[in-house]
């Protein structure tokens, strides 16, 4: 940081700096052209016309070759400077031959008070400036009978040079704080990139995506994040009387927050599953343990015990979209049961429900982001339509059922999701 800091008088050439070469390239063409039908002879001036027809000649040239040529423009800077010589060479000739005429000083202000704005590096103005005040100086002082006072002339010279020096000053200051804002963006950016990708990281192992291979039944699930981090949960524990516990959540909100709340909720389930025989006091156990340590997210979720052997589920609500049971012959219904949300301000109201399945069910989780999804005409998916595509694609399983929800809903909002949007299916063999 400090050697960024000290690196005042070295920036990159921008636009900007093209740019306000380009114009004071213009009025030096337009400047000095007009010198070329000036009555030079009748005013009894000394100034060659081949001199100035040179020099706007090259002036042009220079003008048009930075719209053309890369290699000018990357070396603007050293070419403005010889320019900025070359014509402050040619003023204090002309100051010289002409007894320091008032038209030609002019000119020489022009010049020292363009460069202060042309250039962003300070060496190479303090070295312009000494030279051009020093041969200015010389001139005046040589000058054996000048059309303007000494005293006038030197003034003329000198505060311009001053304006010059303290312009580039503020702007230096100006750029270097912007730098500075711009250095500190991108390592902010930067650190909230690694954040979020660490996030991200916790968000995957939150979503149990492989399952055991287990004779009985099987496990498939899909998770895709709203804005690359969210705030949804899937895992599951065995317990030692061989039930296997899932846990679906959606914590409200999303980002960084909802993912650390998302993976406390997942351990706290760990923990409370294994000591609660049944999902509705798992859920309150949760809640009582989370309420005090969070304030600005709540939870929705759904606690399934079940045993394989007696394809039996025991299940709880806590403010989640009903389950959905397929069965064998494509057959849909909406799993009984309610409750509400947890952790928040309220004690939650929970009860648990049972039901036993057959060979061939099929159980869906989803989270609320399936089925609050919109199209561009502003029409709602809607658990319907949900229904509607299940029935018509009862016989899919595993994987192949959750990818073609997925790309109905995706279909239906053209790509456009406003939430998290995971599954379950729980498939019995």
Known sequence: ??????????????????????????????????????????????????????????TLIIFALTFFSSKLRENIQSVMLVLFYSMSAHSLILLYWNDLYIGYLVGMILVITCIGVSFVDRRWLVHYLGFVVTAGILVGIYTEKPDVDLSLYLSAILTPAIVSYLTLNIRLSSVEKLRESQLQLKLFHERMSYDLE???????????????????YKCSSFFKAFDGVGGDAISYVIRPDGRIVFFFADVSGHGIASAMVSAMAVLSF???????????????????????????????????????????IDYSYAGHPPMLLINSSGKLEVLEGKGTLIVTALEPRLKNFNRILDSGDKIL????????????????YGEDSLISLLKKNAELDGENLLESIYQNISDFSNGVSTDDISMLLLEME
């Open 1 to 58: 940081m400090e050697n960024k800091r000290r690196r005042v008088d070295a920036f990159e050439l921008d636009e900007e700096v093209l740019k306000i070469s380009r114009i004071c390239l213009a009025v030096f063409f337009t400047f000095i052209s007009f010198g070329i039908f000036a009555p030079t002879e009748e005013l009894g001036l000394h100034d060659p016309k081949w001199m100035r027809i040179l020099h706007s000649s090259v």
């Open 198 to 216: 660490l996030a991200s990281d916790t968000q995957n192992n939150l979503v149990t995506r492989v399952w055991p291979k287990t004779k009985g």
């Open 270 to 312: 760990k923990n409370n599953a294994l000591d609660y025989e049944d999902p509705a006091s798992c859920l309150k156990a949760m809640h009582n343990g989370l309420k005090n340590l969070v304030s600005t997210n709540h939870i929705s979720a759904c606690i399934l015990y079940f045993s394989p052997e007696e394809k039996k």
């Open 365 to 380: 989780l989803y989270s609320d982001g399936v089925i609050e999804i919109f199209s561009e005409e502003d029409h709602m």
